[in-house]
């Protein structure tokens, strides 16, 4: 009986399955069909930007494009594209046929054919920019599908496609594409393989006097010297071109990135401070959360390595919280000079480190760790010996707690005297800080700052092109216009004579 009243019961499942399939697939395909209309009028908008940017040479309408296409990124899948690739390209393009090689052929493309072929009446454009668009779009896709292989082949075309033409409406495009075309390299491991090329694109970008491709080619070479930790060349090719001032923020804030962590390197911190509070200022507010989240790490590590301490509200931020976590604890190491716990926390997350790169300027803390833990016993003990500072700061020997505290003499970090004939550290009465001319000096820095934020917002600002000159009647104009008034009023005079 259970049996019987087992399959009686499965039975009737499968029927009302059976029941509410239909149901279920209609509603399927209406979605399917809404996401395909939705993704084909945004295909639409941006091929009409892209024929006014050619129309009238004003790239802002490319711009807007460029702008706009993540949203695209987003909805973009095999079949989609195959369908804009059709529906938009003439059937003799070369690069129609190079594309659709690219995309897999999904079984819906033969239901979903006879929407295409149905809009015959669609005018199908030949411009080179729209093919590159779209080109551009399938690298993007097959990126985003992990397809690396065919995106190498993909970007290779789509760049050669780039060097072959130089007309001016094709500069952001070349931009963006050169990006993505550094990026599939990146991806798969070869990034080393491209750094001649974009030599000689820059090259040909500086001659053509293409701004946003110059910064973007300066940016992807400083990428790929930092990959391969090549500082001393990312720094010759920083101090032999010049980065264009009309840049975008997302370019400028990437250029101050690299160049704080090349600062940095070379032991300029005061300098990479400042790059990187930069990249963090230009950088989207409301997107680019990894980038944010990488500039962040190292502008804590730099600030450390210059005396201060980070702000405790970097770290509750709600999207840097966990990332930031083993760097706050770092902090707090170094701010309580625990040589102990510092030591530990490197040992710990040394993976981490190593991966965001941050490792080599992490072991420079180590001496920034035993100044402060210096300071701390400087200002809690009036004397103290030289044996007990090796052990509270965990040194080998007598020796080296000297040699330490003698050098933070010599830099001003403590305020004291080594007595060598009873072996103590005597330190002096301390000093009232408003004496000193370090609340000026903080002023100023913070006056500087302010200044550079001011004159950088103002150079960044955009005015209107000045149209209102089209409507102020020229001098000719006047004078006609003025001539033909007399030419009335005589007319009139002569009637009210006759009269």
Not at 102 to 118: C, N, P, Q, R, Y
Not at 240 to 253: M, Q, R
Not at 411 to 427: F, M, P, R, Y
Request: charged fraction near 30%; proline fraction near 2%.
């Amino acid at each position: 009986l259970n049996k019987m009243t087992g399959s009686g019961s499965n039975e009737k499942s499968q029927e009302d399955n059976q029941k509410e399939n239909p149901q279920s697939k209609d509603e399927e395909t209406n979605s399917r069909q809404e996401e395909e209309r939705m993704f084909l009028e945004d295909i639409q908008e941006h091929i009409k930007y892209i024929e006014r940017s050619v129309k009238t040479m004003e790239s802002r309408y490319i711009a807007r494009v460029l702008r706009t296409i993540k949203g695209i990124r987003k909805k973009a899948f095999d079949n989609l594209l195959r369908i804009a690739i059709n529906k938009h390209l003439p059937v003799d393009s070369p690069s129609k046929n190079q594309l659709l090689t690219f995309l897999d052929e999904s079984m819906d493309i033969a239901g979903e054919g006879d929407t295409v072929t149905a809009d015959t009446h669609h005018k199908k454009s030949s411009l080179l920019e729209i093919e590159i668009y779209f080109h551009l779009l399938v690298l993007m896709h097959l990126l985003d599908s992990k397809r690396f292989d065919k995106a190498i082949s993909c970007s290779d075309l789509l760049a050669g496609k780039c060097e072959a033409n130089s007309k001016h409406s094709l500069d952001l495009l070349a931009a963006k594409c050169y990006y993505f075309y550094s990026r599939a390299y990146e991806l798969s491991g070869r990034l080393r393989d491209i750094r001649g090329k974009l030599l000689a694109r820059l090259r040909t970008c500086t001659v053509r006097h293409d701004e946003e491709g110059q910064a973007v080619l300066i940016n992807l070479l400083l990428q790929n010297y930092l990959q391969y930790n090549l500082y001393d060349q990312a720094n010759k090719l920083v101090s032999k071109v010049t980065f264009p001032e009309a840049a975008s923020n997302n370019e400028w804030a990437r250029h101050f990135f690299y160049l704080g962590r090349i600062r940095a390197i070379e032991l300029n911190y005061s300098d990479s401070y400042q790059h990187l509070l930069l990249a963090i200022r230009k950088a989207p507010q409301t997107s680019a959360a990894g980038f944010k989240e990488i500039v962040h790490k190292f502008a804590i590590v730099v600030q450390l390595l210059l005396g201060e301490i980070p702000d405790r509200s970097i770290f509750r931020d709600r999207s840097l919280r966990r990332p930031l976590l083993p760097y706050f604890q770092l902090t707090q190491a170094v701010r309580n000079g625990d040589l102990a716990r510092f030591n530990t926390l490197v040992d710990k997350f040394k993976p981490r480190f190593l991966a965001n790169k941050t490792y080599t300027l992490i072991i420079r803390l180590r001496h920034n760790v035993i100044k402060t833990g210096v300071r701390m016993i400087n200002i809690s003990y009036s004397s103290i010996s030289l044996e007990d500072i090796a052990s509270k700061l965990q040194l080998d020997s007598r020796e080296d707690a000297e040699y330490i505290v003698a050098k933070a003499i010599k830099d001003g970090v403590i305020d004291a005297v080594i007595n060598h004939e009873s072996g103590t550290v005597e330190s002096k009465e301390n000093v009232d800080i408003y004496s000193t001319n370090q609340p000026q000096e903080v002023f100023n820095q913070r006056t500087t700052f302010c200044l550079q934020v001011y004159n950088q917002s103002v150079k960044a600002m955009r005015y209107p092109r000045k149209t209102y000159s089209d409507d102020v009647e020229s001098a000719e104009g006047r004078r006609e216009r003025e001539q033909h008034d007399l030419e009335l009023a005589k007319e009139l005079a002569d009637k009210d004579d006759d009269f």
